[in-house]
Antibody, heavy 122, light 108 residues
Framework: QVQLQESGPGLVKPSETLSLTCTVSGGSISGSSYYWGWIRQPPGKGLEWIGS???????YYSPSLKSRVTISVDTSKNQFSLKLSSVTAADTAVYYCVRENYGDNVFWFDPWGQGTLVTVSS | SSELTQDPTVSVALGQTVRITCQGDSLRNYYASWYQQKPGQAPVVVIYGKNNRPSGIPDRFSGSSSGNTASLTITGAQAEDEADFYC???????????FGGGTKLTVL
């Protein structure tokens, strides 16, 4: 079955850009009916959707993060990536990559990567 | 603030039935999905859509919806069901994704 694995720095300095990559195994990132996205969870808090992208380009982002977020897809490597610019301590969180599935009037996130903690600190 | 509202904490006696709810205007137009998250683990989807259970999810988990409220029901709660549960759906515009604030389920 499809598995997702996040990778990237665990420590980012304030004002810099957070960059994470998600490697997809067991299936193609170019498959139809799927978007690929990122969700984060600050320590001890709830889940926050960051954004999602279809492999061919359609992208949608959380309104609260839209000005700082870019999600891209590399079909040749079967990977997708997150860039979040101008980070502050409030961006410290566990970041999950996810596959977004679609049905009739419903969508759901499955599977999830194991998550990676990114700390913003100087 | 989230556009989906959940009770922060819910408790249930072992073996009894518990309902966890999620309220929001967008639920009148979109189904919710439900996720279980145990400490230190990634969330796992337990219910999506009208009442769909992914393979491997016990049949004691079920979902329903009425008006602006979606519900996750656990019939015969087990100790291993103790976890945080999150609902998610579209926001009121239909263009973005929102999560509820989460419900911490305690099995007594």
């Amino acid at each position: 079955q499809v598995q997702l694995q996040e990778s990237g720095p665990g420590l980012v300095k304030p004002s810099e850009t957070l960059s994470l990559t998600c490697t997809v195994s067991g299936g193609s990132i170019s498959g139809s009916s799927y978007y690929w996205g990122w969700i984060r969870q600050p320590p001890g808090k709830g889940l926050e959707w960051i954004g999602s992208r279809y492999y061919s380009g359609t992208t949608y982002y959380s309104p609260s993060l839209k000005s700082r977020v870019t999600i891209s897809v590399d079909t040749s490597k079967n990977q997708f990536s997150l860039k979040l610019s101008s980070v502050t301590a409030a961006d410290t969180a566990v970041y999950y990559c996810v596959r977004e599935n679609y049905g009739d009037n419903v969508f759901w996130f499955d599977p999830w990567g194991q998550g990676t903690l990114v700390t913003v600190s100087s | 603030s989230s556009e989906l509202t959940q009770d922060p904490t819910v408790s249930v006696a072992l073996g009894q039935t518990v309902r966890i709810t999620c309220q929001g205007d967008s639920l009148r137009n979109y189904y919710a999905s439900w996720y279980q998250q145990k400490p230190g683990q990634a969330p796992v989807v337990v219910i999506y859509g009208k009442n769909n259970r992914p393979s491997g999810i016990p049949d004691r988990f079920s979902g329903s919806s009425s008006g602006n409220t979606a519900s996750l029901t656990i019939t015969g709660a087990q100790a291993e069901d103790e976890a945080d549960f999150y609902c998610n759906s579209r926001d009121s515009s239909g263009d973005h994704v929102v999560f509820g604030g989460g419900t911490k389920l305690t099995v007594l």
